[in-house]
């Protein structure tokens, strides 16, 4: 696992000197402790900071091909670099490492820019061809790795992270104010857009070559609900546990320590039962948990932990985990509004003395259908033109029934008038159309929709396909795998999510529906496959999620540091947000007449990156 960095000059122009990537590169520095390099010439400037995971000794990069025409910057890690490496050496092509950064090079030199279809893994990489003179970008099917592109007045800049683009000569931070009402609707900035005006992320499952100051991207990769499997479900569930073991078995390939995040829920449990068949030690397990009980998972971590035989290691957060805010600004890049980055970032720096590479069981809910969500928002459209009568009634009741029971009425209520597509985003956004109408005015006054574009119109799947697809190039992407990426990265360890290997995903998606939702419940096939290891109080229990005490925190300690927050000067003069609506909030939260701690938390996180990315140089 890596970082990498770079700018690729426009004809007639040329690329910053070496000292620019170096000081790329000391931005991202916490992805790569290991071992960092540059390469620049005038038409190129490459850089990258190392984690090394395989290979310890022979990865260094930027690496150069034997005939020095073909230089390569890469982040993430290719499973079948194994497989593709003999391939290779059967067609004639000698290797002098034994790194997967190094089959990347020699399959470009065997298929141009076909050889990113035959990559398997998690990958962001940049790889200058002198001879053609073009810049090649790529990143994984799913977006697992990140990367950032700047359209600057010379060239195109290049980073792992947005921090490292604020080294590159004339670059401007200038927000893109267009991208609030998106933050605020959905905790994160959708995807392809960023904070900053000048700069985009490269799609996932796409590849992008930029050649005579030119950017032509292509995709390479889309997910096909299109149902195929027609057997048994004993069959299924056979066929799945293959893939599964194979995911697992993949990313266990390393040549350093690894263990797993263990929360007790379904996913992370299956992955830690199909690692413990591979292993002849115990798996190295991490999991944290709250004060609060009902936010915390330690007890369930605990139980798998004890079936499964790992050797466990937990931690209880406390409140004051809230100083940490800071530092998971900086290691996130834009406004991001998920509270459980924080948590992720503790279990991360817990394993961190223990471990240098961590599995994970994100991804799937969405492959397997698995939120809750999901099947509420199947139900309510099942009522069909009882919705109006519902609807109104509902917020009849909420209007008079006093407290949060309330509250939670009249947004049910709310949903339920909705039309489709805002419908099904209300139940995933963090903030109600009216909360993003008081804060940002005229802007926050379009519907959900229009800010995400998710539902192309004339799609006729099956309503399950189309909203799990939804999330899976949106939640999944903006929100689940970019806390996964930057928290571990802050950690200075790799995280590998074997649930999101594309084979899994894939196969998932083209299941017939009542093999992913059964009895009130998604995940159904998954389930049956962990029945193997797992009882059924283990299988059975309600999902939990991964949820910080938000609303306890916020009528105590963080309540009071964001109340100084915003009454600063800073924070009331920078327009992006009405001050007034912000206070009327906290002081009705405080009071315990309402929850809003998910629009607090956004306007937080919101003002103390302005701090740390537009007032600090």
């Not at 569930?237 to 320590?257: I, N, T």
């Not at 963090?430 to 006054?445: F, K, N």
Request: proline share 6%.
């Amino acid at each position: 696992m890596c970082g990498i960095v770079g700018f690729a000059a426009a004809p007639g122009r040329v690329a910053p000197e070496s000292r620019v990537g170096e000081a790329m590169n000391a931005a991202i520095v916490h992805r790569g402790p290991d071992d960092g390099g540059v390469h620049r010439e005038d038409a190129v400037l490459l850089g990258m900071r190392r984690l090394a995971i395989i290979d310890l000794g022979g990865g260094h990069q930027p690496m150069t091909s034997a005939d020095g025409q073909r230089v390569l910057v890469f982040n993430g890690e290719i499973y079948n670099f194994r497989r593709l490496r003999a391939e290779l050496q059967g067609l004639g092509h000698r290797f002098r490492t034994d790194s997967d950064s190094e089959v990347i090079l020699v399959a470009y030199e065997a298929w141009g820019e076909a050889a990113v279809v035959r990559l398997e893994g998690m990958f962001a990489f940049a790889l200058w061809d002198r001879a053609r003179g073009q810049l090649l970008l790529a990143r994984d099917r799913l977006g697992k790795k990140p990367l950032f592109l700047w359209d600057g007045p010379d060239g195109i800049g290049f980073a792992s992270e947005l921090k490292s683009l604020l080294a590159l000569p004339g670059f401007r931070r200038e927000v893109d104010a267009g991208v609030l009402p998106g933050y605020f609707a959905f905790g994160y900035v959708p995807s392809p857009r960023s904070i900053f005006r000048d700069v985009r992320k490269l799609p996932a499952g796409h590849y992008a070559v930029w050649r005579d100051g030119r950017l032509r991207e292509e995709r390479y990769w889309a997910l096909d609900f299109s149902p195929t499997f027609r057997r048994t479900e004993a069959e299924a569930v056979e066929q799945l546990h293959e893939r599964l073991q194979a995911a697992v078995d993949d990313r266990l390939v390393a040549d350093v320590p690894f263990g797993a995040f263990l929360s007790g829920g379904l996913d992370s449990s299956v992955v830690v039962a199909l690692m413990a068949q591979r292993m002849t030690q115990p798996v190295k397990t991490f999991s944290i948990g709250f004060k609060e009980a009902r936010y915390s998972e330690l007890s369930g971590a605990k139980r798998v932990a004890d079936l499964l035989g790992t050797d466990h290691h937990e931690l209880v957060v406390e409140p004051e985990a809230t100083e940490l805010i800071e530092t998971l600004v900086w290691h996130l890049d834009e406004p991001f509004a998920d509270s459980s980055a924080l948590p992720t970032f503790l279990v991360s720096e817990l394993a961190r003395p223990h471990v240098k590479m961590v599995l994970s069981g994100d991804g799937g809910d969405e492959a397997f259908a698995g939120y809750e969500r999901y099947l509420k928002f199947l139900a309510l459209e099942r009522l069909g033109p009882l919705r109006g009568a519902a609807a109104l009634g509902l917020c009849a009741a909420g209007a008079v029934v006093p407290g949060l029971f309330g509250q939670r009425l009249r947004r049910v209520g709310q949903r339920l008038g909705e039309r489709f597509p805002d419908s099904y985003l209300s139940g995933v956004a963090l903030s109600r159309p009216e909360q993003m109408r008081a804060l940002l005015g005229p802007a926050g006054a379009e519907g959900y929709a229009s800010l995400h574009p998710l539902f192309p119109p004339g799609d006729t799947r099956p309503m399950i396909d189309r909203i799990v697809d939804a999330d899976i190039r949106s939640y999944l992407l903006d929100d689940i795998l970019v806390k996964l990426d930057r928290m571990t990265m802050a950690a200075s360890i790799e995280g590998r999510a074997p649930l999101l290997d594309h084979r899994v995903v894939e196969f998932a998606v083209r299941l017939p529906a009542h093999l992913r939702v059964r009895g009130g419940r998604g995940k159904h096939v998954l389930r049956e496959v962990a029945r193997r290891w797992l009882p059924s109080d283990v299988l059975d229990k309600p999902k939990q999620g991964f949820a910080i005490p938000l609303p306890e925190w916020f009528r105590a300690k963080l309540g009071a540091m964001a109340g100084d927050v915003f009454a600063s000067r800073a924070f009331r003069e920078r327009g992006w947000v009405q001050p007034a609506i912000v206070d009327g909030l906290l002081a009705e939260h405080r009071s315990g007449r309402a929850d809003h701690a998910e629009p607090l938390w956004q306007v937080l996180v919101l003002e103390l990156w302005a701090r740390r990315f537009m007032d600090m140089p």
